[in-house]
C-alpha cells in the first residue's frame, strides 16, 4: 500500500455504520484513508460502533493529526478486547481450529440468546454494567472534543419517539455514545435530558441529513458493514433475526440515499437546499468478508477477530482509494440510480 501523492486536497466526510465488533472494520479503512495527506476531513456522521469510532478519531486528531488519530482508534480497540479477555463469550475449541469466527455455538452466547428473549435487561437489572463506559473515559477526552475542528454527528433514537436525535460535539457525553449503541434486548435505555434513548441505528446509520445540511464537503465516504444484500433465504430462527437486524439497520440510509438520487434527477441549478443534497458525491468502502459473518461476530472482541477485520477494512479502504482516488471531489462513485429501481 503506498501512499497517493499527486493529488489537491479535497474536503470529505465520512458516514460510519454501526455493527458491534464488526466496526473494527471501519476502523481499519479509517487508519488506510487516515494515510493520505490530501484527504481533509469537515464532518463525521456515526451511529453505534461508528459512534465510537468517530469520537475517538475526532477526539485523536484534534490532539495529534491523523497519526493521533490512528494512534487512538488502535488504543481503543486495543482497550475494548482487553477488557473483553475474562468474558464468557468466546468461541469453541472447534470454531478456532476451524477458523470461524462465530460465537454461535459459545454456551455463553446460547444463554444469552435465550435470555434476551425471555427476559428485558429490566428483569435482570442490568442497567448501567455497560464494560464501554470506562473505556470510553478512557479513550476520549470530551472537552476536547466538543472543541474540535472536525463536526461531529452522533445519532441516537429515542424511545418514546421513535425519532432519532444527533448529537453534536459540545453535547456528547459518554452517556451519548452508549446511548448510540445501546441494544435495547441488552442494555437499559440510557436517560439523556429526561428522554431514553436506543441505538442509534434504528433511526439512522449513519444519518446523513446534518453533513449535507452543516458540513462544507460535497464528498461523502460510507464505511458500510451491515450487508445490503445477502445471498440465500435464512431459514433458521437465528439466520431470519441476523437479516431482519440488517435490513431495518439499513433502511434509513436507504432512504436517505434514495432521496439524493431522486434530488438528483429534479434539482435546479440554483441556491436551494434541494439542490445542496442533489450535489452530495457518496462513495462507498465495503467488503464482501462482512456478508460471511452472522450477528453472533458482533459480540466476539479477540483480538485476532478485531485485527482480520482491521486488516479487512484497510485493504478495501486501499483498494477504494486505488480504484477512485482521481474521482473524489468531482464525481460520485456509488451508484445511486440502482436504489430506485422497484420504487
Known amino acids: 500500500m ?3 501523492t499527486d493529488r489537491a486536497p479535497v474536503l470529505v466526510d465520512f458516514a460510519l455504520q454501526g455493527g458491534g465488533a464488526h466496526g473494527a472494520f471501519t476502523w481499519g479503512a479509517l487508519d488506510r484513508l487516515l ?13 453505534s460502533a461508528g459512534a465510537m469510532n468517530a469520537a475517538v478519531l475526532v477526539d485523536g486528531h484534534a490532539k495529534g493529526g491523523a497519526d493521533g488519530a490512528r494512534a487512538a482508534l488502535e488504543n481503543f480497540w486495543r482497550r475494548v478486547s482487553n477488557a473483553a479477555l475474562l468474558s ?10 476451524l477458523g470461524r469466527w462465530t ?39 470530551f472537552a476536547r472534543l466538543a472543541q474540535a475542528s472536525i463536526k461531529l454527528f452522533i445519532t441516537a433514537t429515542n424511545v418514546r419517539t421513535g425519532r432519532g436525535r444527533v448529537f453534536r460535539n459540545g453535547e456528547i457525553t459518554p452517556d451519548v455514545l452508549l446511548a448510540s449503541a ?28 446534518p453533513l449535507v445540511r452543516e458540513c462544507n464537503s460535497k464528498d461523502t465516504v460510507l464505511v458500510q458493514i ?7 433465504l435464512p431459514r433458521s430462527a437465528r439466520d431470519i ?3 431482519l437486524n440488517e435490513v431495518s439497520f439499513n433502511a434509513v440510509l436507504l432512504k436517505e440515499l434514495r432521496m439524493i438520487a431522486l434530488l438528483r434527477q429534479v434539482a435546479q441549478p440554483d441556491n436551494s ?17 462482512m456478508v460471511e459473518l452472522g450477528y453472533s461476530s458482533k459480540l466476539n472482541a479477540e483480538w485476532e477477530f478485531l485485527c482480520m477485520l482491521r486488516d479487512e477494512g484497510r485493504r478495501a479502504g486501499d483498494a477504494f482509494l486505488t480504484a477512485h482516488h482521481e474521482d473524489l471531489g468531482r464525481r460520485s462513485t456509488f451508484d445511486l440510480d440502482e436504489l430506485l429501481k422497484g420504487v
Open 182 to 209: 445501546c441494544l435495547p434486548t441488552l442494555f437499559q435505555a440510557i436517560e439523556i435530558d429526561g428522554e431514553g434513548y436506543w441505538d442509534g441505528g434504528y433511526s439512522g446509520n449513519p444519518t446523513i441529513t
Open 103 to 141: 460465537l454461535d455455538h459459545s454456551p455463553a452466547f446460547l444463554a444469552m440468546d435465550l435470555m434476551a428473549r425471555v427476559f428485558s435487561p429490566y428483569d435482570l437489572g442490568s442497567g448501567g454494567t455497560n464494560p464501554l463506559r470506562d473505556i470510553l473515559a478512557e479513550s476520549v477526552d
Open 35 to 47: 494515510e493520505e495527506p490530501w484527504l481533509r476531513i469537515d464532518g463525521i456522521s456515526g451511529t
Open 88 to 97: 464468557p463469550l468466546r468461541r469453541t475449541p472447534l470454531d478456532i481450529l
Open 2 to 4: 503506498t501512499s497517493i
Open 273 to 289: 437546499e434541494n439542490a445542496k443534497w442533489a450535489d452530495m458525491r457518496i462513495h462507498r468502502i465495503s467488503s464482501d468478508v
Open 226 to 232: 451491515n450487508p445490503v444484500e445477502r445471498p440465500g
Open 241 to 243: 433475526l441476523n437479516r
